[in-house]
């Protein structure tokens, strides 16, 4: 479970917990493994998004459920990924591209706020799922996080990289980090299945990167951060627990 995703009543002792925590875990980022991350990651879109429009809004504007293990998620992803999940052992899941012309006409029946997901092909749900994270306003990684997420991922060793990975999980926004854990967790559980779809989590979070973590401007990406980038999903979609577990990395250390 994410650090964040405990709803604790917003008074002022529990924000000053919240804050506390996070300059702890910057503290350990900083003396165990060189990193710094500046600036502030919470950053509330307070735009009122009227009807139910799904796809290109804030998470603050989609209707969410409460899942225990993770926190709240977008009901839109919870539907889709029930769906696929029976239909993981699909070759080239999320690699396969769906139909244009079908996903964009299920996009415009999702923003109507009308159910069709049920009847829709495995591609043609996965390229929405696609379509949801990378039209967001906002990456679910946010830019201030991503150099630091890069730095991680280049330490010397498994351990470090882990540690560090973890660490960084803690600071993102609480509904950014329900739904990346959510959504790795699925991942995982479909990269278990490659023997039948191909989908390796390398080949996964090839394919999500562009939709998880780009940077504000593609023209500076270096080859050298696309791969770094690929392999902090990676990392993630191998082992989604990584997400949270700041007691015993911080508290306990």
């Not at 503290?27 to 502030?40: A, P, Y």
């Not at 009807?51 to 539907?79: A, K, Y």
């Not at 929405?128 to 991503?146: D, G, N, Y």
């Not at 993102?172 to 023997?195: K, M």
Request: proline share 6%; net charge positive; with cysteine.
């Amino acid at each position: 479970m994410s650090l964040w995703t405990t709803h604790f009543p917003e008074n002022l002792d529990q924000l000053d917990i919240r804050l506390t925590l996070v300059l702890v875990i910057r503290f350990h980022l900083q003396v165990l493994h060189g990193i710094n991350v500046k600036g502030s990651l919470e950053k509330k879109d307070r735009s009122l998004v009227l009807g139910s429009r799904l796809f290109g809004v804030s998470l603050d504007n989609v209707p969410r459920h409460c899942i225990p293990e993770f926190g709240l998620v977008p009901c839109f992803l919870v539907e889709a990924c029930s769906i696929l999940r029976e239909r993981a052992g699909t070759v080239g899941l999320f690699r396969k591209p769906g139909s244009h012309t079908r996903i964009k006409a299920l996009k415009a029946k999702l923003n109507r706020g009308e159910g069709c997901l049920s009847t829709a092909l495995p591609y043609d749900v996965a390229g929405l799922v696609k379509a949801f994270c990378r039209e967001l306003p906002q990456p679910l990684f946010p830019f201030e996080l991503q150099k630091a997420l890069l730095r991680a991922q280049a330490l010397p060793s498994p351990p470090e990289r882990t540690s560090a990975l973890q660490l960084l999980s803690c600071l993102l926004p609480a509904r950014n980090a329900s739904l990346l854990h959510f959504l790795f967790t699925f991942l995982h559980q479909v990269s278990q299945r490659c023997a039948e779809n191909l989908m390796t989590s390398s080949n996964l979070a090839m394919v999500f990167t562009p939709c998880l973590l780009f940077p504000s401007d593609a023209s500076k990406l270096s080859e050298r951060d696309l791969e770094l980038s690929i392999e902090v999903l990676r990392a993630f979609i191998d082992s989604p627990r990584m997400f949270g577990g700041i007691l015993s990395l911080v508290l306990m250390d």
